[in-house]
């Protein structure tokens, strides 16, 4: 069974950091595309920040210069460094990856910025 297990999220003042992070378990071989969407209550879930197996990142403009997303190919792990915060940043993170031509999710993460 495929499972992404997402760690890191909770409050944090304004202008602070969160680290989240995402363990892949239940594939054989590698995963491709790897990263992070989000949902504020009452919006749409939008994309933060994707990295490919080669180690391109792909980041949503909202998030841009503040978050860095890494990931280890060995581990099939995922991890997103998130500095600055914003109470806009406020909303459930979700680990995304695909493998064998399927997308999968994990449960997600509430992230909670204060003002």
């Known amino acids: 069974q495929v499972q992404l297990v997402e760690s890191g999220g909770g409050l944090v003042q304004a202008g602070g950091s969160l680290r989240l992070s995402c363990a892949v378990s239940?594939?054989?071989?590698?995963?491709?595309?790897m990263g992070w969407y989000r949902q504020a209550p009452g919006k749409q879930r939008e994309l933060v920040a994707v990295i490919t197996n080669g180690g391109r990142a792909n980041y949503g403009d909202s998030v841009k210069a503040r978050f860095t997303i890494s990931r280890d190919n060995a581990k099939n792990t995922v991890s997103m460094q998130m500095n600055s915060l914003k109470p806009e940043d406020t909303a459930v993170y979700y680990c995304?990856?695909?493998?064998?031509?399927?997308?999968?999710w994990g449960q997600g993460t509430q992230v909670t910025v204060s003002s």
């Open positions: 239940g594939i054989r071989g590698s995963v491709a595309d």
């Open positions: 995304w990856m695909t493998w064998s031509g399927f997308g999968y």
